[in-house]
């Protein structure tokens, strides 16, 4: 029972963070008239935010078959740099019915990466999710990006209670 209580609870913050952006940019979009190019914009958004839960479903059916192996990860060259920024503009969304401000350092250069981006995605946003969640109205959530002897370095800070020593 343990066992499920911990998996549902998984699939909950799995599939909460995708739904959120969907619910802010569709919010936003029909908060006033909009021209055509917007609404295909949010309807883009939507989708790939739809597209992100139904990988997030395959991932998880995996792991109930227990044959969830390493080499399931899609690994490839991309930009980080426009990764985490596509990542950061999503998180203004999240923190927005809180009135937390991001603030983002992100360099202007590609910074190449061979990693899978699906799964980075979704590390990324459940720290911000969990920086949103423990921030106060108000506060601030600072997400940065920088290269350090060949090793990438990406900060998810906030404003919020923190993390007891013994959880980190």
């Given at each position: ?7 549902s ?60 192996r ?9 930009d980080?740099a ?15 019915n ?6 983002f ?14 799964h ?43 993390i ?5």
């Open positions: 029972f343990k066992h499920i209580e911990e998996f609870s998984q699939v909950a913050h799995e599939l909460r963070t995708p739904l959120a952006i969907m619910r802010g940019e569709s919010e936003l979009a029909l908060r006033k008239d909009r021209d055509s190019e917007e609404y295909k914009r949010v309807i883009r958004v939507n989708l790939e935010e739809i597209g992100r839960m139904l990988k997030t479903v395959e991932d998880l059916l995996l792991l109930t078959k227990l044959d969830y390493p080499e399931i990860f899609k690994k490839e060259n991309f980080f426009a990764f985490f920024r596509e990542v950061c503009e999503q998180a203004k969304v999240l923190a927005q809180k009135g937390i401000a991001i603030e350092d992100v360099p202007k250069t590609g910074i190449i990466l061979n990693g899978d981006k699906h980075l995605r979704r590390l990324f946003y459940n720290l911000i999710h969990n920086a949103v969640k423990f921030t106060l109205a108000g506060g601030k959530i600072t997400l940065g990006v920088s290269v350090s002897g060949g090793k990438l370095f990406a900060v998810v800070q906030d404003t919020g209670v923190g007891p020593a013994e959880d980190l």
